[in-house]
């Protein structure tokens, strides 16, 4: 079984390429999506069957694919090696797993579309890619499939590129993810240099990197790191790419930007964290930053009608709860976080989807996204309308469901971080109003698109998706209902927290997690009361609003804008990040572009370019009488260089 | 009378003016036959300094070989065959110049002008 | 004493046959200078006791190529060539490359008058020139008639005449 694991990264670039060139090839295997479709989801599903039972045998040694050495250069040696060991294999199960589902989803979704075949080609591109970040043993190999999970999102969401605006948000995710990845590559450098001090060979595998100690540099690599993981997991200042990537189509958005490469800045921490635990100042910027993004993000989706902006938003929030953990060393509940995160926020993506399906459907509707032509939706879909309130309700924190573990455990990480009234304390207070505001806007957005009036135009009714579509939104219900029970709360007892202290606590050992773990001990009637409040407030926020909206229904919004007053014109303009970037970067750049460069451009560049081939062309016009095509001209020219020749052999 | 009488030296003297000479019509002449009987002239002068080599080498004399110099005639030998072959050849690229031009001047061929 | 006058009988009649080719404004008599100067060169051959290629010289240039010549010369009925002794820059040229060529090469083979080039010489007899022919260069000797061969057909096909259409 174990020689069978490389299929595990294999399989899916062997689906893309067949789905890939056999689709540019041949018009009938492009014509028959039920190959396709089947194809695509098995060459995701056996590395999934191969993972899980990597998972379920694991013995606790990591084990190692090692395929080929890839570069070699002095005391550099890159190999094409992987590692299986409990966080990688737990990314995988998440990766592969939810993969499947949405590729078994998108079979239904993407039917009768143009570019079938090139879909999963790119849904396949994308599992590798991923497989080779999460799998990876080295930081180059993650390093390929940090850029290829790039690639396949800007392929994704640029789907339909034929729509000028669609082709412009791929544009900017990639623009916004190679700020991040430039950042990637200078942290790539530092640590390059700092191992290379050491005479041994340099494989920059992530155990090398984590057991050496960077000395001055550690702070810079810590920040590099994070500010890579900000593009790619859409955190301020990179995030503005992640809201306008919903473009592409709703399971590129629901297994990209939701579940899985979203969250690869955090694994990425997470399996540094050594270097983070070396630099609490990092841990600080981290988790202000996230901090500040989750409320933001939080309050924009508030004041959106787009049900994907909605989720968009609440996924950069949700993100910025995850790195809150991280900041406060808390890696195994971010982690945590990112597993349930990718349950109910991929269930929530493809109910959206589903939504989405329907009301295309209908064709009365201009824009079968926006939440204020829905309304009673529970009715006609009842699948998707039950599944989507499951995974509202795990998103708000209602207890027992399993966001509710993950987010309660970053609030007690965050409270108990340090002694005293502190920063953390701030961020503990500023993420508890998060998880309020997130109640709000998801039970918003749920009750305006599934419950109260119809408000869609009623000759045409919309319909429930096939049950291809609903069997994935069932099963990520149900672990979005049951995932919680992985990480039960450390005080109910040790044994009972699986993920942290039955599996990942042996790849991730963090001082401020023990810390924040002996002071929960040393405080458990605060705990208790933390955890108490929290869910209370979770349930009172979404049993209001859900009375709020029900009552009033649509014109619900309207209160809301005169209660933020001014403010509500901030968060429905996502609070002017894009206008910012406009006009301090992108107008700046453009203007030097157009004047300064342009001129460069012209009498520089093309100058220095025109004037060789101009003093070519000329001297070519000098020289060109030699050629006088007369036979005893040549004869002569010959002779004398004969002469020449041998005047120089005699005498010289 | 000793000068005169002939050695290597002024055979291959001889050689040597009779090259400069073929060359020199080479170099002056426009009538296209006249150019490559200059060219044979050439030749043959290269044929007469090799057959003067030969035997000079034959009279020199070598330790252990039949016949020192005979490199030098066999040369000459292929070097006539040669000759005759590109004779043929340059005889008839010469008439299907005539036939297209009525006019065997190479100065007035001059098609490979810029 | 003899050899002594011979050659320079035919030192002077080949260098009159060489000035001779390239002074003459008619072709024709331009192709029998050369012939003069051919057989001069077989005169030559012959005091070099290169008695065999003296013989093909004599049958293979003065007769086969010579006639060749003189047949297209004929054939073509080309004009004379009146400014042959007209003086212009590249003629002068032409002359001064020539002079230079000779006065170097003069210079380089000054060490060859010690060099007797008299006496027997046993090898160009037709004998062994035909065993050297058949055994030592066995292989140049077929490729030659592949040359030629090739010429052949060469010939006929450049000078052959194109049906129009």
């Known amino acids: 079984m174990t020689s069978l694991y490389p299929l595990i990264i294999l399989l899916p670039l062997l689906g893309a390429m067949v789905i890939g060139l056999g689709g540019l090839m041949s018009p009938a295997f492009r014509k028959n999506e039920g190959l396709i479709g089947a194809l695509a989801t098995a060459m995701v599903g056996i590395p999934f069957l191969l993972v899980a039972y990597a998972f379920f045998t694991f013995g606790g040694e990591k084990i190692s694919i090692e395929l080929f050495t890839w570069m070699q250069a002095g005391n550099l040696e890159i190999g094409f090696n992987y590692q299986l060991d409990e966080l990688s294999l737990l990314m995988g199960m998440i990766v592969t797993g939810v993969g499947m589902l ?6 239904g979704y993407m039917h009768g579309d143009q570019g079938y075949y090139k879909f999963f080609a790119y849904l396949n591109l994308f599992i590798f890619a991923m497989n080779n970040l999460i799998l990876g043993d080295n930081l180059v190999v993650m390093f390929l499939g940090w850029e290829g999970v790039g690639l396949c999102s800007y392929l994704l969401i640029g789907f339909w590129y034929s729509d000028m605006l669609k082709a412009e948000a791929a544009q900017k995710a990639f623009v916004a993810n190679r700020i991040g990845d430039f950042a990637m590559l200078i942290a790539m450098f530092l640590i390059y240099q700092g191992l290379g001090s050491a005479t041994e060979m340099v494989s920059l595998s992530f155990s090398e990197i984590i057991h050496h100690d960077f000395g001055d540099s550690t702070f810079w690599i810590a920040l590099l790191v994070f500010i890579a993981a900000t593009g790619k997991s859409a955190q301020i200042p990179l995030f503005v790419w992640l809201p306008d990537a919903m473009a592409g189509p709703t399971p590129v958005s629901a297994l990209i930007h939701a579940a899985t490469m979203v969250t690869s800045g955090i694994y990425l921490i997470a399996r540094m964290h050594p270097i983070f635990e070396a630099s609490p100042e990092v841990l600080a910027i981290i988790v202000v930053v996230a901090a500040l993004t989750a409320v933001i993000a939080a309050f924009t989706a508030i004041a959106q009608h787009d049900i994907k902006k909605v989720l968009a938003y609440s996924t950069v929030s949700q993100l910025g709860f995850m790195f809150m953990a991280l900041g406060a060393g808390a890696y195994i509940t971010a982690i945590f976080h990112v597993m349930t995160h990718a349950f109910f926020k991929a269930c929530l993506f493809l109910g959206s989807g589903s939504v989405i399906h329907a009301m295309e459907h209908m064709h009365t509707v201009d824009d079968p996204q926006d939440i204020r032509t829905m309304g009673g939706l529970r009715k006609y879909m009842p699948s998707t309308g039950t599944t989507f309130w499951i995974s509202t309700l795990a998103i708000s924190g209602i207890i027992p469901l399993s966001g509710f573990f993950s987010k309660d455990e970053i609030l007690a990480s965050l409270f108990f971080f340090g002694e005293g009234f502190d920063l953390y304390k701030v961020i503990y207070i500023v993420g508890m109003f998060t998880a309020m505001l997130t109640a709000f806007y998801m039970t918003r957005v749920t009750m305006l698109t599934f419950e109260g009036e119809e408000r869609f135009p009623d000759e045409k009714k919309p319909h429930e998706s096939p049950a291809i579509m609903t069997i994935p939104l069932w099963v990520l219900a149900a672990l979005a209902v049951v995932g919680g029970f992985l990480g039960l709360p450390v005080f109910l007892g040790e044994e009972l927290n699986w993920i942290g202290h039955g599996w990942l606590e042996h790849v991730i ?8 773990h002996e002071h929960a001990h040393a405080n458990e009637t605060i705990e208790y009361i933390l ?10 926020t979404v049993f209001f609003t859900r009375n709020f909206y029900s009552k009033n229904g649509l014109a619900a919004d309207e209160k809301v804008k005169n209660f933020f007053g001014g403010f509500y014109k901030t968060m429905e303009g996502k609070f002017y990040f894009d206008e910012f970037y406009q006009r301090t970067i992108i107008g700046p750049f453009k203007w030097l572009g157009e004047n300064v460069i342009a001129w460069c451009e012209e009498y520089i560049v093309d100058g220095v370019v025109k004037g060789i081939s101009d003093g070519v062309a000329n001297i070519g016009d000098v020289f060109k009488r030699l050629q006088s095509g007369l036979v005893s001209n040549y004869i002569l020219i010959i002779s004398l260089g004969v002469i020449l020749m041998l005047t120089f052999l005699i005498f010289g | 009378m000793e000068f005169l009488t002939p050695n290597a030296y002024t055979y291959l003297s001889v050689a040597i003016v009779m090259f400069a000479l073929g060359a020199i019509g080479v170099m002056t002449r426009r009538n296209g036959i006249i150019v490559f009987m200059c060219i044979e002239l050439m030749l043959n002068a290269v044929n007469l300094s090799l057959i003067t080599f030969s035997k000079m080498h034959a009279v020199a004399g070598a330790e252990g070989v039949p016949h020192p110099g005979a490199n030098g005639s066999m040369l000459v030998f292929f070097v006539m065959c040669v000759a005759a072959a590109e004779a043929v050849v340059g005889l008839s690229i010469i008439i299907a110049l005539f036939r297209n031009r009525l006019d065997i001047d190479i100065n007035n061929v001059n098609i490979f002008k810029w | 004493m003899i050899a002594t006058i011979l050659f320079w009988v035919f030192a002077v009649l080949g260098v009159a046959g060489a000035i001779g080719l390239i002074f003459n404004q008619n072709p024709v008599y331009a192709a029998l200078s050369l012939i003069l100067n051919f057989f001069s060169i077989a005169g ?7 008695e065999f290629l003296a013989a093909i ?12 010549f003189l047949f297209v010369i004929m054939l073509l009925n080309l004009q004379d060539e009146p400014d042959v002794m007209k003086f212009d820059a590249r003629r002068g040229v032409a002359f001064l490359l020539g002079l230079a060529f000779v006065a170097e090469m003069i210079f380089v083979f000054k060490d060859f008058a010690q060099r007797d080039v008299s006496g027997e010489y046993t ?36 000078a052959r005449k194109y049906r129009h259409g």
């Open chain 1, 102 to 107: 949405i590729h078994l989803y998108s079979i």
């Open chain 1, 509 to 516: 050992h963090s001082e401020h997690h023990h810390a924040i």
């Open chain 1, 531 to 540: 955890v108490a409040a929290s869910a209370l407030i979770a349930i009172l």
């Open chain 3, 44 to 50: 030559l051959y012959l005091s070099l006791s290169a």
């Open chain 3, 57 to 68: 010289q004599i049958l293979v240039y003065a007769g086969a190529i010579m006639v060749l």
């Open chain 3, 123 to 158: 090898f160009g007899k037709v004998e062994p020139i035909g065993e050297q022919l058949m055994t030592q260069y066995l292989f140049p000797f077929e490729m030659i008639s592949v040359i030629l061969i090739s010429a052949l057909i060469g010939a006929i096909v450049v």
